[in-house]
């Protein structure tokens, strides 16, 4: 584990409402993706208290790189409604202000996957899937992306621990990983990383 990351992560857990849902290995393989990607949009599907999104546009700016930060999340249901089990419950109003404490282009979109990617004409060069996390959700959100995205996907939540998230599993291992256009390229704890084969 990288001592930075761990130190970056505590930074920005102690500065936000609420937690980054992400440990120092996963954020730091994340921003390695995003620095190799390079210029270009960051999508993220599954905003929460902004944790992972205020992590990329960190990167982003650390680095030079341009193309900003778009996160997306209903807001609704869920942790919206019964909170997130580290006793939190985030609303529209704390997402802002997380963002708004870092002086980062990231911009929150309230909304589904579903409904907010084919309305908009994004061209990410990197998407962070971490929404709806059940077989169908995660699907959705794969096939949303996957031909929109010209470098890398990368998968939250593959992990075999919860049983609530074998539907990820299925995703990355039964339909991502046999994708002719991709090529499952690194992975560590829960995150798993798919890179376009023609980008190389
Ligand atoms: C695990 S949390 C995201 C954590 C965040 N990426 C982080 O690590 O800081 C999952 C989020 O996905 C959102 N979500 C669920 N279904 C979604 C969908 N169809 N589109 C976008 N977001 C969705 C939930 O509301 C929830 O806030």
Redesign the pocket.
């Known amino acids: 584990m990288t001592e930075s990351y761990v130190d970056k992560l505590a930074m920005i857990n102690n500065k936000i409402h609420g ?4 440990d120092a290995d996963e954020c730091e393989l994340i921003a390695e993706i995003i620095r190799e990607a390079g210029d270009g949009l960051h999508l ?10 205020i992590v990329a546009g960190l990167v982003k700016k650390e680095y030079g790189i341009s193309g900003g930060v778009v ?10 409604d019964h909170g997130d089990g580290n006793g939190d419950t ?1 609303t529209r109003q704390t997402v802002l202000d997380n963002i708004s404490k870092f002086d980062i282009d990231c911009t929150s979109i309230v ?4 409904d ?1 990617i084919p309305a908009n004409d994004f061209k990410p060069v990197t998407t ?1 899937i ?4 059940s077989h169908w ?1 995660c699907l ?2 794969w096939n949303l992306v996957k031909d929109i995205t010209e470098k890398f996907v990368i998968f ?2 593959y992990n075999f621990d919860n049983p609530k998230l074998a539907g990820v599993i299925k995703v990355v291992d039964e339909i991502a990983s046999i994708d002719s256009e991709w090529q499952r390229y690194k992975e560590v704890n829960r995150v798993v990383v798919f890179k376009r084969l023609e980008y190389d």
Request: charged share 15%.
């Open positions: 937690s980054i849902w992400t993220e599907i599954g905003t929460a208290h902004g944790g992972t999104a996160t997306i999340d209903p807001m609704v249901g869920g942790w919206w985030p909304g589904y996957s579903q907010i962070f971490d929404g709806d996390h959700g959705w959100d939250h939540d």
